[in-house]
């Protein structure tokens, strides 16, 4: 048995909170949690951002705040890892976000002036430009995007930032076009390798499209996958309930299953 008590105090506080995370990566403490490098966490890492995004798109405020809580943990751990290699902190963590915060919000804690989300956004580019030329950084647009995003992710991202800077479509109906013009171009690839550079095309021309309407293109695309799922389970159940071999039935009647599935959505 562990001879290591439990931490005292509410468990609703971040001390008790650092109290446990500090205990678990002690002498002494659990042997797992010991092991563990910035390296070795990059997998859990990105898993519970996602378990986030899940919890977020089914809407389930319960779920939420607990897949946050194991998101945060994973803010301590790494920050512990790095006290213990004399690379930075938890307080240096804290002390540089709060910096930024205060530093990329002149109109709220300075004498700077905006009165819409999208002045703010052009705020905030001008201000980390203004940084990296301080620090004597000469970057990209399209540089210093994470390699590890999702594509879809990555490609918005993308052509937000070089959006911003000037590369841009006059309206929405040249995305349209261009749209129209990678799916002609598809059509006409003829071998494999054509095959993959005109459908990336076309993926990227619809992520942009997404960017016109205001539509993330990765939540775009869960939730169609969300849809899709439900649909296919609807299906397969409704062929149960009926004593039929969901996978032995002929295509038009899978179709008319979809059909029927689709319109039980919600109701």
């Known amino acids: 048995m562990s001879n ?18 500090e205990t678990l990566h002690a002498p002494g403490g659990c ?26 798109d089914k809407g ?30 938890l ?7 709060n910096e930024k915060l205060i530093r990329r919000h002149p109109h709220v804690f300075s004498d700077g002036t905006a009165s819409e989300a999208s002045e703010v956004e052009a705020n905030w580019e001008q201000l980390k430009a203004v940084e990296r030329a301080q620090e004597g950084i000469k970057k990209s647009p399209v540089e210093g995007i994470p390699g590890e995003l999702p594509a879809l992710t990555y490609a918005q991202l993308m052509q937000d930032r070089v959006g911003r800077s000037g590369f841009e479509w006059e309206d929405i109906s040249g995305v349209l076009d261009k ?11 003829v071998t494999d390798e054509e095959k993959m550079h005109e459908m990336g095309d076309l993926m990227f021309t619809m992520v942009n499209l997404s960017r016109w309407m205001n539509i993330h ?13 439900g649909r296919y389970l609807q299906m397969e159940e409704l062929a149960d309930q009926r004593g039929q071999d969901f996978n032995g039935l002929p295509l038009m009647e899978k179709e008319s299953l979809w059909q029927e599935a689709k319109g039980l959505e919600g109701g």
Request: charged share 30%; proline share 3%.
């Open 4 to 21: 290591k008590q439990i931490p005292q105090g509410d468990l609703g506080t971040f001390q008790t909170f650092m109290d446990i995370v």
């Open 217 to 229: 293109a990765e939540d775009a695309l869960r939730q169609a996958n969300r849809r899709f799922q």
């Open 31 to 56: 042997p797992w949690d010991r092991e563990q490098t910035h390296e070795s966490l990059k997998r859990t890492l990105l898993e519970e951002s996602y378990e986030v995004l899940e919890a977020i």
């Open 60 to 89: 389930d405020p319960k779920g939420l705040s607990e897949e946050l809580g194991d998101l945060l943990l994973q803010v301590a751990f790494h920050s512990v890892i790095a006290r213990e290699a004399g690379e930075f902190s």
């Open 91 to 97: 307080e240096d963590v804290l002390t540089r976000i």
């Open 179 to 189: 749209v129209t013009e990678e799916v002609e171009e598809l059509r006409a690839a």
